[in-house]
Every structure is written in structure tokens, then in C-alpha cells.
């Protein structure tokens, strides 16, 4: 309901009160310009962008602060990530009112991010965790629409992993210490990633029917989806060698540390980096995960179609296989020409048999 009044000293009174029933009143020297003001009020509330005066001056620090406490129920390492992330965008827009934030304003943020030499998968994920924090603002009402859209997005970059050669991937099993080499083998033929190698426990493997079933990830978190938790089938050849890793440690988990202890995701790293460097032709960044990489090359070769692959990589669509590994399947020029070339082949033979075309 919205009013406007003529007071003892000669000004106008205009109220109105918004959803919540809460009054809100303003003072003018002339009738005309309160009326403006109700009408501009009234139709922000009727078309849903309405702000509180009060929630409008709300900076983004101040809702990021809002937002991590809410955010902090999941799991520690998903809160650690945001909490470094939420950083970059205090840094950025963190003394700004939420609604001043404009796309113009997003886009030179990421521009600035890749000048500084981010790379593109970084700057995608900050300009997804903004996009985050906006659509948050959005459903509590603190501002009317996110400054984040498809327009303002850096775009993820290209992927084009290295894949490592067979030989490159036995020369790091080589060369990596005894008890860690298993660690090469569930990277490399059965795509398992860094913290779900780590994380392996004994009671995961089925060596008789050689059978990997993941289940948590370093220290012991549970993997985070379904998908992840998808059964991998192993030769008995790896079956063996990974039996044999286990009657020499014996401890709950599969990969230790020389003092019997869980391997840590870090370790791991570390020791790859310093193995990558006996092996010629590895690149400087070679990670454990580049291991998965080669996995999937391997299924891809072997002419195993996207949908087995998806599968066991553990990947929640084919697109996100696809989008990843779609440039190491066959090139398929050849197999199109072919089938143009026989339709041309059958009309040759039957002009030369006197017969038409049809």
C-alpha cells in the first residue's frame, strides 16, 4: 500500500510498505517528485528487483563472509578450495556494494587475471565461484540479478593433455622407489586419480577376480559420487603385482611411506617430479594425474568406443570424455571417403553392365 501526504510544514510525505510489511516513508518539497519516487519504488517491487535501502548497501566482503559460513558444512578440502578462491574476489570487489558490480567489471577482473599469467582453467574456476556467490545473492534478495553470465566467462581453455608413451610410462615405473611403483601402475592401467591412489585401501582390491572398487580418498573421505565409486576391471597380471605389494607392506592401505604410513597425495607428487626428470622426453609439468591421461589413450587405441571409456574413467557424462579425449580417437576421413567410394563404385559397375544408375 502506498501513500503520500501533505505535512504541517509544507512537505509531502510518501510510504509505502514493502512485502515483509515493513513501512518505508520519504520526504519531499514538492508532491510530483514523491509521487516519481513511489511509482519508481512500486514497479521495482511488481517486476522483482526491489532492493532494501539497508541490504543494497551490503559490500561483497561482507556476503562472502555470509556465504562461507554457510558453505562450510562440506567437506574440508571443498571449503579450502572456496576459502582461496573468495581471496581473489575479495581482492578484486571485495569494498564494492554488491549491486555496483557490473559484467564490465567481471571481464576486466578475468582480463587482469590472464595478463598476470592465470591460467585459463584458474581464471574459469574464479569466474565460476563469483558466478556462485552472485546467484546466492540473488535467491536472498540482496541484489536482482548476478553480473556473471555466459557473456562475462573466460572460457575453460583448450585441453590437450600430455600423453605419455608405453615406454615413457615403464621407464618412470622403473625408477620409481620399489615400494612406490604400484602407484604408477593404478595411475596408468586403471586411471585411478592422485587422492583415490592414496587413498586405496586393501579391502578395495579384489585380487582374485581383479576387480578395483574405489571407494574413499585421501586420508579416508568418501569419494564424492557415484560415478567415482565405479568398479574398475584389471588384468591378473596387474592383480599379481599388486598382491605381491601388499604381502611386502601389509599395511591397511595399499601405498605407504617408508615408515609404514599412508602415502601422502603431496608425496606422491613429489616423488613423481623427481622420477619424471630420469625420463627422457617428459615434460616439465608431467603430473601423477598425466598417468590417467595415458590410460585413456590406451582404451582409446585399443578401439574402445566413448561410452566404455566414460565408463572407465569414471567420468559423470561422455561429453566431459569427450571435451577432454575427443582429439586422440581415429581420425574418421578415411572411413567417410570409403563409403562415398562405394556408392560410386556401384554406379560404375552398373553403367558397365548397361544397367541405370537406380
Avoid at 520526504?27 to 517528485?33: E, P
Avoid at 630420469?278 to 609439468?285: F, Q, S
Wanted: glycine share 6%; net charge positive; charged share 25%.
Amino acid at each position: 500500500m502506498a501513500s503520500i501526504s501533505k505535512r504541517e510544514n509544507g512537505q509531502w510525505r510518501a510510504r509505502f510498505r514493502d512485502d515483509s510489511g515493513k513501512e518505508h516513508a520519504k520526504h519531499f518539497d514538492r508532491k510530483v517528485d514523491g509521487q516519481r519516487w513511489l511509482d519508481e519504488t512500486t514497479a521495482s517491487i511488481v517486476t522483482g528487483v526491489y532492493l532494501d535501502p539497508k541490504t543494497a548497501r551490503t559490500t561483497v566482503g561482507e556476503w562472502c563472509d555470509t556465504w562461507l559460513a554457510g558453505y562450510g558444512t562440506r567437506r574440508a578440502s571443498t571449503v579450502r578450495q572456496a576459502e582461496v578462491h573468495i581471496a581473489k574476489i575479495r581482492q578484486a570487489f571485495g569494498t564494492m556494494r554488491l549491486g555496483d558490480v557490473r559484467p564490465s567489471h567481471v571481464r576486466g577482473w578475468t582480463a587482469r587475471l590472464k595478463a598476470e599469467g592465470a591460467a585459463d582453467s584458474y581464471v574459469y574456476a574464479l569466474h565460476s565461484r563469483l558466478a556462485q556467490v552472485f546467484s546466492d545473492a540473488v535467491h536472498d534478495g540482496l541484489v536482482p540479478r548476478s553480473p556473471c553470465s555466459r557473456r562475462t566467462s573466460p572460457g575453460q581453455g583448450s585441453q590437450r593433455p600430455y600423453v605419455a608413451t608405453t615406454e615413457q610410462v615403464w621407464g618412470l615405473h622403473d625408477v620409481f622407489p620399489e615400494h612406490l611403483s604400484a602407484a604408477v601402475l593404478l595411475g596408468a592401467f586403471a586411471g585411478l586419480r592422485l587422492s583415490e591412489t592414496c587413498g586405496l585401501r586393501v579391502c578395495d582390491v579384489d585380487f582374485m577376480r581383479g576387480i578395483i572398487h574405489p571407494a574413499v580418498q585421501y586420508p579416508a573421505q568418501p569419494l564424492k559420487t557415484d560415478t567415482s565409486r565405479t568398479s574398475i576391471p584389471i588384468p591378473t597380471s596387474l592383480s599379481v603385482q599388486l598382491s605381491a605389494q601388499v604381502a611386502s607392506r601389509r599395511a591397511e592401505t595399499l601405498l605407504t611411506n617408508e615408515w609404514g604410513q599412508q602415502l601422502a597425495p603431496w608425496t606422491l607428487e613429489r616423488v613423481m617430479r623427481r622420477a619424471r626428470a630420469k625420463v627422457a622426453g617428459l615434460p616439465e609439468g608431467f603430473r601423477y594425474q598425466d598417468l590417467r591421461h595415458y590410460f585413456a589413450s590406451l582404451l582409446i587405441a585399443s578401439g574402445t568406443d566413448v561410452k566404455v571409456v566414460q565408463a572407465r574413467l569414471r567420468h559423470a557424462s561422455a561429453k566431459t570424455t569427450l571435451d577432454t579425449y575427443g582429439h586422440l580417437w581415429p581420425d574418421t576421413d578415411d572411413s567417410t571417403r570409403a563409403a562415398v567410394e562405394t556408392v560410386f563404385s556401384a554406379r560404375v559397375a552398373r553403367t558397365s553392365c548397361g544397367l541405370s544408375a537406380d
